[in-house]
């Protein structure tokens, strides 16, 4: 792995389909691709019809998770890749266009071993 | 799920173990049970001797992760837990204790539904 990171933690108001276990592992999985990553696994747990979902891409550059809350139409996706290579724009992005998010707000901090502290982006 | 949670990254520095996928299964198993929280399912990925393990914990109030790089002694973790019952510094303190970190620095986002925008606690 390489020698710093980007986690990224994104929260998507106004979704769709959060209680669809085909849906949230197809948006992980775009997700993935997007960011150019490397699939491990991906494992999703449902609390069944109307309910959340919740669910880990394990990467081999860290992890995307997602969490849903649909009676809010609101999911908690948190974007933690290794190396600057990645494209977490494009990740963020497929995730809420499968989702059909109609407002996102996402912050941004770096994380590593070489930094002293680590700060907020 | 509860109303809101609480996402709390840390970096752990002078770690030892952090290629024994056994201590990080140990590690992940006792900071779900100090937080009182509910494990659905643990997922490994290692790495090889002396590289790196990426582990989540999936839980039923959110996720913890954790990613090792051993050449570095050094672990990314996050702990995100919807609720406000359970015990992110007891959690964070598991962790600690079992990789041997002497040093941890971290941050907390309080994340959810019910906030207009997400803000750094």
């Given at each position: 792995?390489?020698?710093?990171g ?10 769709s389909g959060?209680?669809?276990?085909a849906?949230?592992?197809r948006?992980l ?15 999703l ?22 969490h849903?809350w649909?009676e ?7 974007i933690f ?5 990645h494209d ?5 992005s ?16 770096t ?7 680590p700060?907020?982006a």
């Amino acid at each position: 792995m390489q020698f710093d990171g980007t986690h990224l933690l994104a929260d998507l108001f106004g979704c769709s389909g959060l209680d669809d276990m085909a849906r949230i592992d197809r948006a992980l999985r775009d997700a993935v691709e997007a960011a150019r990553a490397t699939l491990l696994d991906i494992r999703l747990h449902g609390f069944g019809p109307g309910a959340g979902v919740t669910g880990v891409a394990l990467l081999a550059e860290s992890h995307i998770s997602i969490h849903t809350w649909p009676e809010r139409d609101y999911a908690a996706i948190d974007i933690f890749l290794c190396g600057r290579r990645h494209d977490l724009d494009a990740a963020l992005s497929a995730l809420a266009t499968i989702l059909a998010a109609d407002r996102v707000e996402q912050q941004r901090i770096t994380r590593g071993y070489a930094l002293a502290s680590p700060a907020t982006a």
